[in-house]
């Protein structure tokens, strides 16, 4: 079964860090640009950080420039969102989505193209930042 499945997600207080895990099965990762996705309660999905197949170029939304970290080991056919200095505003469920097209994914981060389109999602594991 051809699947992604994330984990780390968990409860965090304010200044902590978490490191979430988006697992590929039944495919190999290494030809796929891989998206780090969020959806607060009551708020659309957005986009988080990006990172191309062979792991060379990354992007981050503004909001968590210089606190997250996305990496990637194609050995172990997973990608990795380091988070530090959580914030309440963190809090969700976090997706990761694989696609063949670092354009495609480019489009997704600059909302001219549909995240739905996108070859793979993962199921998604709750992060919540809260004292």
């Known amino acids: 079964q051809l699947q992604l499945v994330e984990s780390g997600g968990g409860l965090v207080q304010p200044g902590g860090s978490l490191k979430l895990s988006c697992a590929a099965s039944?495919?190999?990762?290494?030809?796929?640009?891989i998206g780090w996705f969020r959806q607060a309660p009551g708020k659309e999905r957005e986009g988080v950080s990006w990172i191309s197949g062979n792991g060379f170029i990354t992007n981050y939304v503004d909001s968590v420039k210089g606190r997250f970290t996305i990496s990637r080991d194609n050995a172990k056919n997973t990608v990795y969102l380091q988070m530090n200095s959580l914030k309440p505003e963190d809090t969700g469920v976090y997706y990761c989505a694989a696609d063949t097209s670092l354009t495609i994914m480019r489009g997704v981060f600059a909302g001219s193209v549909s995240a739905d389109g996108m070859d793979y999602w993962g199921k998604g594991t709750l992060v919540t930042v809260s004292s």
């Open positions: 039944g495919f190999t990762l290494d030809y796929y640009a």
